[in-house]
């Protein structure tokens, strides 16, 4: 079970790591580290943003790890010179700019982890929390690394396509979501959790937390990804719990969602 007290001591100063390449961030607990808790950030924000959610799972005695999905904070690309520019340049054709950032980022996980447990000596289930983009990540990476058994997708989805996705700003207009590059559908095909259902067959635990009226993830993703475990596999462990009345947006409060995927992955 989690403690979700006070700490009572501190946190030891977070700890900055360049693996190779990846841009990680690690906030250990004030004693003794009981597992990992990773935590992949939402579009257009970086693994400092995600400080707060690290320092929270660090109250509850884990080493809390976020590292910059690919083209994101320190791994910005020159053309994207502020968040204006690049969400115009990934809007522009969703599925060919923005597949490829969920697959990169999502292959790195275990990459991640296996840096995380050798500089720490942890060896433990993962618990992991994915924030919008991140939770869409989150969802690919716990069906590939069986070392991650239990997520919170945060008005996140497993389907990439996104039918009848509207978009961020105003959630009344229907995105044109573009088309797929060889590229973008190379990791498409290799990683989208509604095509690999398999890999979920293990029964994980998926918590989805989505917003009651978030219309820039549509909701029905999960609950198709969830309907389909249970008819395949008889898998009771994917959960859908919607905050009534929230919004996409919303959820940048972090206190927003914080305790209830606490509480959802502490259910058993």
Known sequence: MFDTSKPTATFPEPIRHNLD?????AQPPAGEIRGIWLHVPAYELSKEDALPVLQRAARLGYLGVSFDPWMMGARTIPEDTDDDTRRARIFAN????????????????PRVLDWAEAEFGIHAPITMTGHSMGGDIGVVAIGMDKRITRLAAV????????PAARDLETQTTFMDLG???WHA?????????????????????????LGGDDEH????GAERFRTDLVERYGLESVTITYLDGKTHMDFMDYDLWWDEAVAQLQAQ
Not at 21 to 25: M, Y
Not at 102 to 109: C, F
Not at 155 to 162: A, F, I, K, L, N
Not at 185 to 208: K, S
Request: charged residues 20%.
């Open 217 to 220: 993830v549509p909701r029905n």
């Open 94 to 109: 969703f599925r060919r700019n923005f597949w490829p950032i969920l697959g990169q980022t999502a292959i790195e996980v």
């Open 179 to 181: 088309q797929a590059d």
């Open 21 to 25: 390449g990846i841009p990680v961030l």
């Open 185 to 209: 559908r190379f990791f498409h095909d290799a990683l989208d959790p509604m095509t690999h259902p398999e890999r979920y067959a293990h029964g994980p635990r998926i918590a989805f937390i």
């Open 155 to 162: 008005v996140g989805t497993p389907d990439w396509t996104r």
